[in-house]
Each structure stands twice: as structure tokens, then as C-alpha cells.
């Protein structure tokens, strides 16, 4: 099975900062990565889809990019509705396994 | 739009079965562009995923939880369910039922199922 692993687990930021997150899959998964954010209380949200294709409806400040085994989720100017617990998820084969979560909270 | 909607008890005896329904609407099961998923989340913790079906009644599960699980699809209600048996406090959590496109796109908004006796 495919392990994912995040980092930071969690980060502290102020609004107007660049935050980016990393995401690392345990074997080649080529494009098949997405990336959710979670609020307290609240199901998951699709951010991104196909490594760097941006879901609809979701601000451009998100970006993701990698291939392979190595990812990147980037929030270019955190807003104070981004504060939340973002996971990676593989989808290249199943089980489909989810990251641990990076949490970003306010410094 | 398409909207799910678990339902269930909320609690379950140790060493019984747990079962959801997931009530899908606004789209249907039967699409052959999608698989149907339960994804659960213990209290605090992160995400994991249980197992999906597909319009066919094919069903991919964690092997984690494989021995213990059912995924199953009704069409005429449209609606699919999840069973899990012999449950432990371990099996407390949020489920979800969702559905997959390339990524997890529509998500139910979660039902805590708390096992105690």
C-alpha cells in the first residue's frame, strides 16, 4: 500500500503570508494527488485535483504542483477563512490513503 | 448539485455492526463515471478511508478493515450502505460517505458513530 506522509504537521502564519506544505507519497503516483481542507466540524473540501488542477470555485491564491513521489500545496496570501487542517490524498490505486494533515493556525 | 446524506444510529454496541445508508441526490449511482466511497475520521485525528463501490456492485476495501466490512449499492433507492461488524471502541469516528471522481469531489456532511456499551 502507498503511505503519505505531510510537513510540516503544523504551522503557525499570519494572514498575508505564503504558506506551503509538503506532501510525499511512499511510491510513484505520478499526477494522482489532491488536496482537501478541513474546518473544524465541517467534511473535507476539494482544493485541488490531478496534482495542480484547481477545483471549481476555489481561489487562485491555492496552487499545487509536483509528480512523481514529491508534492506541494501553496497558499500564496493566506485570507483568514484559510485557516484549517489541509490533507494530500493519492489516487492512484486503491486503498486511496490521505496524508496526516497540516495544520495551519494563526500566529 | 449533488448532495449525500448519511444516516444511521449514532451509537453501537462493542461487538456489533455498524450500518450507514448514504442517500444520494442530485446525481445518480448508477453513473458509470463515478465510484461511491466511506471515508471515517476518528475524533482529533485524520482521515481514513474505508472502502468504495461501483455501479456494478465491484467494491474495493481498506485491507485494515476488509474482514469486517460490506459495502453495498441499491439503485431503485439510490442510496448505498456500509457495514461494519464486530465493532470496538477503536471504530468510533466520523463517517462520510462521498463520491470519487478523479478526487473525492462531493462529501456528506459526516455522522459520529460512537461505539460503547
Known amino acids: 500500500d502507498i503511505q503519505m506522509t505531510q510537513s510540516p504537521s503544523s504551522v503557525s502564519a499570519s494572514v498575508g503570508d505564503r504558506v506551503t506544505i509538503t506532501c510525499r507519497a511512499s511510491?510513484?503516483?505520478?499526477?494522482?494527488l489532491a488536496w482537501y481542507q478541513q474546518k473544524p466540524g465541517q467534511a473535507p473540501k476539494l482544493l485541488i485535483y490531478g496534482a495542480s488542477t484547481l477545483q471549481g470555485g476555489v481561489p487562485s491564491r491555492f496552487s499545487g504542483s509536483g509528480s512523481g513521489t514529491d508534492f506541494t500545496l501553496t497558499i500564496s496570501s493566506l485570507q483568514p477563512e484559510d485557516f484549517a487542517t489541509y490533507y494530500c490524498?493519492?489516487?492512484?490505486?486503491?486503498?486511496?490513503?490521505f496524508g496526516p494533515g497540516t495544520k495551519v493556525d494563526v500566529k | 448539485q449533488v448532495q449525500l446524506q448519511e444516516s444511521g444510529p449514532g451509537l453501537v454496541k462493542p461487538s456489533e455492526t455498524l450500518s450507514l445508508t448514504c442517500t444520494v441526490s442530485?446525481?445518480?449511482?448508477?453513473?458509470?463515471?463515478?465510484?461511491w466511497t466511506w471515508i471515517r475520521q476518528p475524533p482529533g485525528k485524520g482521515l481514513e478511508w474505508i472502502g468504495y463501490i461501483y455501479y456494478t456492485g465491484s467494491t474495493s476495501y481498506n485491507p485494515s478493515l476488509k474482514s469486517r466490512l460490506t459495502i453495498s449499492v441499491d439503485k431503485s433507492k439510490n442510496q448505498f450502505s456500509l457495514k461494519v461488524r464486530s465493532v470496538t471502541a477503536a471504530d468510533t469516528a466520523v463517517y462520510y460517505c462521498?463520491?470519487?471522481?478523479?478526487?473525492?469531489?462531493?462529501w456528506g456532511q459526516g455522522t459520529l458513530v460512537t461505539v460503547s456499551s
Open positions: 490524498q493519492q489516487a492512484n490505486n486503491f486503498p486511496f490513503a
Open positions: 511510491q510513484d503516483i505520478h499526477t494522482w
Open positions: 462521498a463520491r470519487v471522481d478523479t478526487a473525492i469531489d462531493f
Open positions: 442530485g446525481g445518480s449511482v448508477s453513473s458509470g463515471s463515478y465510484y
